[in-house]
């Protein structure tokens, strides 16, 4: 089992940043790949980006590709998604996920999930 716990999401103006983490628990955490997905209001929720479980390999959704980057911590077994240049669209809940293999796009292929964290930014 794979505990997630997200945390960092609030406000922002558009053209800020902001960071989420995701810390996990279990004692296999460290061998899952790890991804980040959004879901907005009465939308589907999306593929965002993922790290491989090395942290040497990472992936992104063309919508958030240069803004974004997604790293890990091993030692401290912790995922980040640093969020800059923000646009209003970028206003969801996010939320962290762990799968198995990598990369993965759908949220079908990702066994352990977060309870999310809401994220809005104001134009």
């Known amino acids: 089992q794979v505990q997630l716990v997200e945390s960092g999401g609030g406000f922002v103006q558009a053209g800020g940043s902001l960071r989420l983490s995701c810390a996990a628990s279990?004692?296999?955490?460290?061998?899952?790949?790890m991804g980040w997905f959004r879901q907005a209001p009465g939308k589907e929720r999306d593929f965002v980006a993922v790290?491989?479980?090395?942290?040497?390999?990472?992936y992104y959704a063309t919508s958030v590709r240069p803004r974004f980057t997604i790293s890990r911590d091993i030692t401290k077994n912790t995922v980040y998604l640093q969020m800059s240049n923000m646009k209003p669209e970028d206003t969801a809940v996010y939320y962290c996920?762990?799968?198995?293999?990598?990369?993965?796009?759908?949220?079908?292929?990702?066994?352990?999930w977060g309870q999310g964290t809401q994220v809005t930014v104001s134009s």
């Open positions: 996920a762990a799968s198995r293999s990598y990369p993965e796009l759908s949220t079908t292929s990702y066994q352990f």
């Open positions: 279990g004692s296999t955490s460290n061998t899952y790949a």
């Open positions: 790290v491989n479980a090395s942290g040497e390999s990472q």
